[in-house]
């Protein structure tokens, strides 16, 4: 899909591998003996305090400059559903990720496209450029491929120039199932809701085992007879 054999391109991904290694061998030095609980419940507090219009906004921007989707998904029920409800919650947060992925597609497709351009060919990769019939393949397989950060996915369909319908209808689909099983299940968790946490757990573990099927299917397609 985006073909690419440089050393360079390794031995950078090496180096990235051994920092990330490094930092996490720090953070747990320098968190050791630190009260969890405390921090938990500083840091739900102070998301709280920030309100819900500066919670949502941040998410509906944030992960187009790399911030991971799931660090607002997670605490969007335990911080909010006490005054908005979690069908509230889950409105304003399906709004704000709906939102991200027509920001990121955008950007990508359009304003940010020369510069992405040049990024790629700088970095060994090519613009991903498929046939009509290859766009949903490409779309479902980005979605169900574990590791690939989600603005990563909605740059890439934007630079691929894939239907931005298309991409809406099946992105939403899993998207917005696996972000009401995490907003359910942490409010829940929080509320010692046993039944809900249990049901959005299995909710969840379904989920998973669906894009884990689609995966194998299309992994299968992509050998060669």
């Not at 591998?17 to 938990?40: E, I, K, S």
């Not at 739900?44 to 911030?67: K, Q, T």
């Not at 351009?117 to 990769?125: H, S």
């Amino acid at each position: 899909m985006l073909p690419g054999n440089s050393a360079d391109r390794k031995k950078l991904l090496i180096k990235i591998a051994v920092a990330a290694a490094v930092l996490l061998v720090v953070a747990a030095f320098c968190l050791r003996g630190m009260d969890y609980h405390r921090l938990f419940d500083r840091f739900m507090a102070e998301v709280r305090s920030a309100g819900p219009w500066a919670f949502f906004g941040a998410m509906a921007l944030l992960p187009a400059a790399g911030m991971p989707m799931l660090a607002f998904t997670v605490p969007a029920g335990p911080a909010f559903s006490g005054t908005m409800g979690v069908g509230g919650v889950i409105a304003a947060a399906l709004a704000a990720l709906t939102f991200n992925l027509l920001l990121t597609y955008s950007l990508a497709r359009w304003a940010l496209r020369p510069w992405l351009t040049r990024l790629l060919v700088r970095l060994g990769y090519r613009v991903p450029t498929l046939d009509s019939g290859d766009i949903t393949d490409l779309i479902i397989i980005l979605r169900v491929t574990p590791g690939i950060p989600f603005f990563a996915q909605n740059y890439l369909l934007g630079l691929a120039e894939a239907p931005l319908v298309r991409v809406l209808v099946i992105s939403c689909a899993f998207q917005w199932s696996f972000a009401i099983g995490v907003i359910v299940f942490g409010d829940a968790v929080l509320h010692g809701k046993a039944a809900v946490a249990i049901g959005a757990f299995c909710v969840l573990g379904a989920v998973m085992a669906i894009l884990h099927v689609v995966r194998r299917h299309y992994s299968r397609r992509q050998k060669p007879a």
